[in-house]
């Protein structure tokens, strides 16, 4: 069973939609959690941390369930340059551990 | 500050070639990381280092070996490559800690074997 998996895709939504993603991780003893975003042929970069109490920077709002080991991603009135892939990661242990990524586009 | 830098940024290799991949970090990160990303595999780890001196395996090692030798740098080297490693590679690093941050990864090497 993999450590992290994530529905693919691909999401295609209009521009001002809502779209959420989810996740969800097979190890109880993961420790931290965490979104980045992947634009096409670019580096991973952080998009946000997962709290257990779940936190919202702007458009966007995380949310963690540490009992069904569900983490998910919400993003509002969704942009053209919220266009890209965003990959669930969780740390346990001493590793990260990546999802297979999300692909989203907005569509003028 | 460059972050994470890597070096090269493109390489081709022929079967059986070696070549050893660069990454360094100028944010005094106790913890680095190589991975590969292939198609619809997401990032896989192929070994990390905790330390200066330390590494260990990680999900995908088999064909790879590393050094970190200097807490700054991390090296990556490929002994024999072969077709299956052809891929997009990323050395990241971050903070250790009771806290676990973020990592902050390089801008990739894409290395094609044929």
């Known amino acids: 069973r993999k450590e992290v998996e994530q529905d693919p895709g691909p999401f295609n939504v209009p521009e001002g939609a809502t779209v959420a993603f989810n996740c969800t991780y097979s190890?109880?003893?993961?420790?931290?959690f965490f979104w980045y975003r992947q634009d096409c042929r670019k580096e991973p970069k952080l998009l946000m941390s997962?709290?257990?109490s779940g936190n919202e920077d702007g458009r966007f709002t995380a949310q963690l369930n540490r009992a069904s080991q569900y983490i998910s991603l919400l993003i509002r009135d969704s942009k053209l340059s919220d266009s890209a892939t965003y990959l669930c990661?969780?740390?346990?242990?001493?590793?990260?551990?990546f999802g297979t990524g999300t692909s989203l586009t907005v569509i003028p | 500050n460059a972050g994470v830098t890597q070096t090269p940024k493109f390489r081709v290799l022929k079967t059986g070639q070696s070549m050893t991949l660069l990454c360094a970090q100028d944010m005094n990160h106790e913890y680095m990381y190589w991975y590969r990303q292939d198609p619809g595999m997401g990032l896989r780890l192929i070994h990390y280092?905790?330390?200066?001196?330390?590494?260990a395996k990680g999900e995908v090692p088999d064909g790879y070996n590393v050094s970190r030798l200097k807490k700054q740098n991390f090296l990556l080297g490929l002994e024999s490559a072969a077709p299956s490693q052809t891929s997009v590679y990323f050395c990241?690093?971050?903070?250790?800690?009771?806290?676990?941050?973020?990592?902050?990864f390089g801008p990739g090497t894409r290395l094609t074997v044929t």
């Open positions: 990661v969780v740390f346990t242990g001493n590793q990260f551990y």
């Open positions: 990241a690093s971050s903070y250790s800690g009771v806290y676990i941050y973020e990592q902050y």
């Open positions: 280092s905790v330390g200066e001196g330390t590494t």
């Open positions: 997962v709290y257990s």
């Open positions: 190890n109880s003893a993961s420790q931290s």
